[in-house]
């Protein structure tokens, strides 16, 4: 099972940008949607934004042209940059990636955005 390792939460003010990383510990992107969760307090886990296998992209629309998914196949890496920033972002963010029904998680990062 391919490991995945998240980094870059932080503390940010409202309006600002941060950049999560996920670093898977194999290749999978070739072969697996892989994408991003988060999860506020007292809030259930939301979808946030994949990308599948091929390339394909989406979105929740709460950060449709603020946030913006991305890899690099030869790092192993999934990013998800996060431009103007609000404090209804504020939750543990984590990565994912899909093998047929199983979804096998990354253990989060705290973003907190607060001024």
């Known amino acids: 099972q391919v490991q995945l390792v998240e980094s870059g939460g932080d503390l940010v003010q409202p309006g600002g940008s941060l950049r999560l990383s996920c670093a898977a510990s194999g290749s999978i992107f070739s072969g697996y949607t892989t994408g991003w969760y988060r999860q506020a307090p007292g809030k259930q886990r939301e979808l946030v934004a994949f990308?599948?296998?091929?390339?394909?992209?989406n979105y929740a629309n709460s950060v449709k042209g603020r946030f913006a998914i991305s890899r690099d196949n030869a790092k192993n890496t999934l990013y998800l940059q996060m431009n103007s920033l609000k404090p209804e972002d504020t939750a543990v963010y984590y990565c994912y990636y899909t093998a047929g029904t199983t979804i096998n998680w990354g253990q989060g990062t705290q973003v907190t955005v607060s001024s």
């Open positions: 990308i599948t296998a091929g390339g394909i992209t």
